[in-house]
Structure formats: C-alpha cells, structure tokens
C-alpha cells in the first residue's frame, strides 16, 4: 500500500493548477454572471492534453484513469473554477463509449473527448422518474433501421455547450420483474424534435441546466451504445467515475475555503491579534481540514478501484461513500470559511459565498446523500432495503 501519488500525478497537479490560477474565481463568477461559458479554461486544459487523461492512448488521449480525471477536477476546483462538463463528459460519457462503444463509435467519439473538443452531455434524470431510474419514462421505439425517443430529461448540465447526449433510455420492459429495459444512445443536440429549453437554477457557474423535450427524435441505430436493454447495467460504468468526479469537485472546492479561511484567519485582527489564534475558530477549520483530508483518501481509493476493479461492488461502494463524505466534508469547509470571514463572508469580493449552490448541489446530486445511506445500510451493513 503506497499513499504517495507519482511523480507524474503531482506534475499533472501542478500543470492543471498553473492553468487554472491564470484564470482564478474571479474570471468564473464573472463568466457566470454574463451568462457566458468558460471557453477560454476549457481550451486551455484541453490543449494541454487534460480533458483527455483518462481516454485510452489508441484514441489519442492520456492512457490513464479516473484517477487523473479526478486529479484534474480538484485541482480546478482548488482553483475556484469547477466545471460540471468534465464530469458528464470526460467522466461518464468518455467512459462508457469507450467501455461499450463499437470499434467505429469509438473511432468516431474518442478521438475528439481525447482533445477536449467533443463536449457530451449524459441524461438520466426525469421529472417523473426521480431517483428511481427503474421508473425512467423516455421511450426509445425500434422502427425499422433507426429509434424514435419520446419524452422528458430534466436538470440535464451544459447541454448548450455540447454537441451530443447520451441518452438514457426506456426500450422495454423486463417480463420477469415488469422493470424497464434501458438503452444508451448519442444523440445530437441539434436534431429534429428535440428541445431545449434552459431550467434556471440558484447556483453560480458558468454551464446552465436544461429540461429537454423529445418529440418523436429520430436516431439511426449506430447511435445505441452496447447492447439493446442493457442499459441500466452498463450506465453503471459511467455513474461511479460521475460519483468519484463529484467528490473530487468538493475536495476542490473544500480545499479552495480552506486556503482563504486560513490566509484570512492569520490575518485579520480584531482584538489586537489574528483571529486564527482563538480556538472558536482555528478549531472548526482544523475539524474541516481533517474531515476534508479524510473525503480526498477516499476518493483515492474509489478511483483507484474504479480504475483497477472495474464495476465491482466494492468499487460502487467506494465511489458512494466518497460523493457522500465529500459533499458532506465540502460544506462543512465552505461553511466554516464563510463564518471566519463574518460579514465578510457573504460580500462578493471574498469569493465564497458564491459557492454555496454549487456545494449544496453536490449534496443532492448526482446521487442524494439519503440514497447513498440507503446503499451503505443495505449492501454495507446488510439491513433490509426500505423501499
Ligand atoms: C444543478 C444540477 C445539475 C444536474 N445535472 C444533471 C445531469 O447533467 N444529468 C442528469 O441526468 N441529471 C442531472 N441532475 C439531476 C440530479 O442527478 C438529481 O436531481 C438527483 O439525482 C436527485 O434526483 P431527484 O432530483 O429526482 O430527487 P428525488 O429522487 O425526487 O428525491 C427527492 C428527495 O427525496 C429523497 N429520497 C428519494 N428516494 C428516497 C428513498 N428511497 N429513501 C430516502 N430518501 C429518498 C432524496 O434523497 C431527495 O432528498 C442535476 C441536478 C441539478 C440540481
């Protein structure tokens, strides 16, 4: 067992911060609010070869991991500049194509995710459906050589930068268990019948959420990735590294409130000495820091099963538990900052307070803190399943 990271992990490090300390919090908040995107970073990571890290070398890209994707991710968010992009597309999109593509999908799709610039959006989620993706309504409908998809995805990332979904899908229903069988296709955003339309939500990023309407959409069959109905199994590939993603996101942004916090705390005197001296506040932070440190090794270790272990239950479980103690360690941290700035904590120009919709987010998404427990208590613990 070796907790060190490689030398080729921390120049990965150190490269993507450099980039992204070019770019800073300042120049994402003000994008956010121009209701622009952050062009300009992605290009910049992109070019430098990182979106790409976890693509196999054949395809062009890094030949690494989730690991480095992760690597990547933290460091951006460290920066106070995560982008959700990364973990829809490099992360689950990337993934899966390159897990259950076709020789010629991948030929067609990796290539350009190895360079960053093939953006692709993932959509799962469904008004009705909630967590429940067994419930999932979008219908995918054989009609000789191309699918029709018909229905509804909501609070789908950054569907206005990329060029393609991929698509969660109903083909059918399972006779035995009276479940739905999924199906997983690339779907172009700018296709026939479908419609977007942007869904406003309170958190300060520059990528925008969107509720997608399909109507009739028509898809040729060399869009369906893997097999017909065996999508539910095979999303599975893609919903861990989405899981190790989001954490490494909270670690970032974690580690982000945490730099301020104690640059703030060494600094400011209110009663002719640092504040960081009384233990009303350097102990919250070093609680912070302790339970931030704990999120990051065990993002390592799910993204270090993830990358050697594949699908196995001890990688999913790896994975839940690091979304769960990330988001969880992520805002107690931004929490804590907030606080030993004061009033200062809420202003604008201090760069925190900003990120509470994006902290609270990880919370609830990708997977909810309650859905996670529900997976520890059953699968961990071996407590009866409660719903
Ligand atoms: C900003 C943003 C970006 C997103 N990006 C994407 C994206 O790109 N693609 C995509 O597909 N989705 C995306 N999502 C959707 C996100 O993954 C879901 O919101 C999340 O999985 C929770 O599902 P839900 O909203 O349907 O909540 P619900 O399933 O309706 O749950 C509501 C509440 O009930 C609780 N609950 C539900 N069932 C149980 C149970 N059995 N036991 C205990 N508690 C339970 C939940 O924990 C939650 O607190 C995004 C959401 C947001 C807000």
């Known amino acids: 067992m070796d907790f060190t ?9 150190q490269a993507v911060s450099s980039i992204a300390a070019k770019f800073g919090h300042d120049y994402y908040v003000r994008k956010a609010h121009a209701d622009e995107r952050a062009d300009e970073l992605w290009h910049d990571v992109a070019e430098a070869g990182f979106l ?3 693509v196999p070398e054949a395809y062009g890209g890094g030949g690494g991991g989730i690991t480095e994707l992760a690597a990547v991710q933290e460091e951006l968010g460290a920066a106070g500049c995560p982008l959700l992009v990364i973990v829809v597309s490099p992360a689950i999109s990337a993934t899966v194509i390159a897990r259950f593509g076709t020789e010629a999908q991948k030929q067609r799709w990796l290539p350009r995710f190895a360079t960053g610039e093939l953006k692709m959006a993932f959509a799962i989620t469904e008004p009705d459906a909630g967590s429940n993706s067994h419930n999932l309504s979008l219908t995918a409908t054989r009609d000789g050589d191309l699918y029709r998809l018909n229905g509804q995805k909501y609070y789908i990332s950054g569907v206005d930068e990329c060029e393609a979904i991929l698509v969660v899908t109903r083909s059918g229903v399972d006779a035995d268990t009276g479940r739905g069988r999924l199906s997983l296709f690339v779907v172009d955003v700018e296709t026939k019948g479908l419609e977007t339309q942007v869904l406003p939500v309170e958190i300060t990023a520059p990528e925008k959420q969107f509720t997608l309407f399909f109507d009739n959409v028509e898809v040729e069959a060399d869009r369906l990735i893997g097999a017909e109905g065996e999508g539910l199994r095979q999303v599975f ?6 899981r190790i993603l989001s954490a490494a996101t909270a670690n970032g942004i974690a580690r982000y409130a945490l730099g301020k916090a104690a640059e703030y705390a060494r600094g400011r005197e209110v009663w002719g000495t640092p504040i960081g001296r009384h233990q009303g506040v350097a102990h919250p932070l070093a609680k912070a820091k302790v339970e931030v440190e704990l ?5 390592d270790k799910a993204a270090w099963l993830c ?3 594949g699908d196995t239950p001890e990688a999913g479980e790896a994975a839940n538990m690091a979304k769960y103690a990330a988001a969880e360690a992520a805002l107690g941290a931004l929490d804590q900052a907030i606080q030993t700035h004061g009033g200062n904590g809420m202003s604008s120009e ?3 307070a900003d990120l509470w919709g994006m902290t609270r987010l990880l919370r609830i998404a990708p997977v ?9 208590a059953q699968h961990s613990l071996g407590l009866p399943k409660s719903y």
């Open 5 to 13: 990271e490689s030398d080729e992990l921390q120049m990965l490090r």
């Open 52 to 54: 790409g890290v976890n």
């Open 237 to 242: 590939f893609g919903l861990n590294p989405e």
């Open 295 to 299: 999120a990051r090794l065990m993002t």
């Open 307 to 309: 990358d050697h272990a």
């Open 350 to 352: 201090y760069g925190l």
């Open 368 to 376: 909810s803190r309650e859905m996670i427990l529900n997976f520890v």
